[in-house]
């Protein structure tokens, strides 16, 4: 069963703690993305991953890193550099093989940072 | 201006009837478009995408597409409640790497 999986569903942490979220694909999909989703805004790119060891920033990078060790993970870290960190975390992949590049998206993580 | 514009809504419509949803995109280098529906608390589920100008159906839904205007616009017929969802418009960025751009979304309420 093909598929993105993203752990935990739900995330809560004290401020000034680093928190990893991990993301994982089956669908033999080179690209893999990071967004953020905040109410009100559309979904924003913090990191985009390629292929394997090599990885961009997105549109809000800061406070935020990333590995792309094996083609099947992309895990987030969200360190305590990020100002706002409390959001939905959705990662998503993309085929990078067809002109189209539809990126299809996990179940989120809900972060909460008090 | 922003780069993907949708109307926030909501967008209520009766059951039944036919949805119509838009979109506008500002870079004219733009190839590929994308409609996700996102349920409340879920995450966007692709449903259609289009490259050509002109229609692209798929059951309910129609995706059109016009580049001279920069508009995409998604058409859902027969609306049901289970519809009711917020839909979001997706424009790929060109330059040769795989980077989509969302829009805000637009909340879609079918009334019963």
């Known amino acids: 069963d093909g598929g993105i999986t993203q752990s935990p569903k739900y995330l809560f942490r004290k401020e000034g703690q680093n928190v990893t979220l991990s993301c994982e694909q089956n669908?033999?999909?080179?690209?893999m993305y990071w967004y953020r989703q905040d109410p009100g805004q559309g979904l924003r790119l913090i990191y985009y991953?390629?292929?394997?060891?090599?990885?961009q920033k997105g549109d809000i990078a800061e406070g935020y890193s990333v590995s792309r060790e094996k083609k099947e993970s992309f895990p987030l870290t969200v360190t305590s550099a990020q100002k706002n960190p409390t959001a939905f975390y959705l990662c998503?992949?993309?085929?990078?093989?067809?002109?189209?590049?539809?990126?299809?998206f996990g179940p989120g993580t809900r972060l909460t940072v008090t | 201006q922003k780069e993907v514009e949708q109307n926030s809504g909501p967008l209520s419509v009766p059951e039944g009837a036919i949805a119509s949803l838009n979109c506008t995109y500002s870079?004219?280098?733009?190839?590929?478009f994308f409609w996700y529906r996102q349920y409340s608390g879920k995450s966007p589920e692709l449903i259609m995408f289009?490259?050509?100008?002109g229609d692209k159906e798929d059951g309910r839904f129609t995706a059109q597409l016009n580049k001279a205007s920069q508009y995409v616009s998604l058409l859902i017929r027969d609306s049901q409640p289970s519809d009711s969802a917020t839909y979001l418009c997706?424009?790929?960025?060109?330059?040769?790497?795989?980077?989509?751009?969302f829009g805000i979304g637009t909340k879609l309420q079918v009334i019963p």
């Open positions: 998503a992949s993309s085929t990078g093989t067809d002109k189209t590049y539809e990126q299809y």
């Open positions: 669908l033999n999909h080179d690209a």
């Open positions: 991953s390629q292929i394997v060891n090599d990885f």
């Open positions: 870079d004219r280098g733009s190839q590929s």
């Open positions: 289009i490259y050509s100008n």
């Open positions: 997706a424009v790929n960025s060109p330059g040769g790497y795989q980077k989509v751009t």
